[in-house]
């Protein structure tokens, strides 16, 4: 919510960086990552660590 305060404050002060500016994003765990565990909100996959 901090974020989301200054970065209004700053697009109000200063405008926008560009045209996404300001417009929160989610990144889900849909792509394999070597050594991190990657479940694309899975029960299937609750355990899978890829190599």
Do not use: F, W
């Not at 109000?12 to 990552?33: E, F, Q, R, S, V």
Request: charged fraction near 25%; aromatic fraction near 0%; charge should be negative.
């Amino acid at each position: 919510m901090a974020d989301a305060r200054a970065a209004e404050v700053r697009i109000m002060h200063d405008g926008p960086k560009g045209p996404l500016d300001g417009i929160p994003i989610a990144h889900k765990d849909i792509l394999d990552t070597a050594g991190i565990r990657t479940t694309a909100h899975s029960r299937l996959l609750a355990d899978n660590v890829p190599a």
